[in-house]
């Protein structure tokens, strides 16, 4: 089931600040962080430039959000090296989805920015 225009409005404006705050103006040349939506999921991306040819990016995947629309929770999941995607241990599913967000910054185990 897709996200509420409600819910993906809301999730939007957080993953954008996430993304400003994350990344300083000086390096987004270089380095950036995308997210697309896809039905109930949300894809945090990070994109950087390739060494050598700085006009073209790599996308490589560093967090996934799900929705629960039964339940309205959120659940935070990490990619492994193949970008099989797996629940995350570390936190457990809530309904705030800035908390996952905040999970993710803080990146305790150095899943998702190593």
């Known amino acids: 089931?897709?996200?509420?225009?409600?819910?993906?409005?809301?999730?939007?404006?957080?993953?954008?600040?996430?993304?400003?705050?994350?990344?300083?103006?000086?390096?987004?040349?270089?380095?950036?962080?995308?997210?697309?939506?896809?039905?109930?999921?949300?894809?945090?991306?990070?994109?950087?430039?390739v060494l050598s040819d700085p006009k073209r990016w790599t996308h490589m995947p560093i967090a996934r959000f799900r929705h629960a629309a039964k339940t309205g929770e959120w659940t935070l999941f990490c990619a492994d090296r193949n970008d099989r995607w797996h629940r995350y241990q570390g936190c457990e599913p809530t309904r705030r989805f800035e908390a996952l967000l905040e999970e993710v910054s803080r990146d305790p185990t150095g899943i998702f920015f190593g």
């Not at 996200?3 to 809301?10: E, I, N, P």
């Not at 600040?17 to 995308?34: D, G, N, T």
């Open 1 to 49: 089931m897709s996200l509420s225009d409600t819910v993906k409005h809301q999730v939007d404006a957080a993953l954008r600040a996430f993304c400003e705050k994350r990344i300083p103006p000086h390096a987004r040349h270089q380095v950036r962080l995308s997210y697309d939506f896809q039905e109930n999921r949300v894809t945090l991306y990070e994109d950087r430039t």
